[in-house]
């Protein structure tokens, strides 16, 4: 069975900074596992909401917390759970496709930068938790066979 949780990591990016700030380059396919062909932010979130509730079939992400902070919180479907803390504009987590991921606890300052390694595409985007585990359960199935 595929193990999706495993395949979830943290990654910290190179900085470039010098006397004059920080600069910290990500780029796709070197620096992450794909290239990007979608990027955006999220702010003005706090710490009542949660967004996220989602799994992609095709689509794999990578978080960065450019400012402020956020949790996200990974479930695989199979009983794991791993919370992970965006606290740094030099650090992401990478999520693959078919993990369930929820995002919240953001401080007020908190930009969220998300690169994706696929346009958006409403279809691919698993919005029930129960459909999930279904279409989980016979992916892992299937590569048993
Ligand atoms: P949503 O998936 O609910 O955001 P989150 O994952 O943070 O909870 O997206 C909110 C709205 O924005 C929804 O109507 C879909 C739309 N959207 C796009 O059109 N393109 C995108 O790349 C994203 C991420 C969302």
């Keep these: ?16 900074g010098d006397e004059r ?13 794909f290239e990007i062909k979608r990027t955006f932010y999220i702010y003005g979130s706090d710490a009542t909401v949660v967004r996220g509730k989602h799994a992609n079939r095709r689509t794999e992400f990578v978080l960065i917390n450019v400012a402020g ?23 992401g987590i990478y999520l693959p496709n078919m993990v369930w991921k929820e995002m919240y606890d953001f401080s007020p300052d908190s930009v969220l930068l998300v690169l994706a390694s696929e346009h958006y595409d409403a279809a691919e985007y698993i919005r029930d938790y129960d459909e999930y585990v279904k279409e989980i359960s016979s992916f892992s199935d299937e590569s048993n066979n």
């Design 69 to 91: 902070s956020s949790k996200v919180k990974v479930l695989d479907g199979a009983g794991n759970e791993t919370i992970f803390c965006l606290n740094r504009p030099n650090t």
């Design 21 to 33: 700030g920080q600069l910290i380059v990500v780029e796709g396919a070197r620096d992450i596992p």
């Design 1 to 16: 069975m595929i193990n999706h949780m495993d395949r979830v990591k943290m990654i910290e990016f190179k900085d470039m």
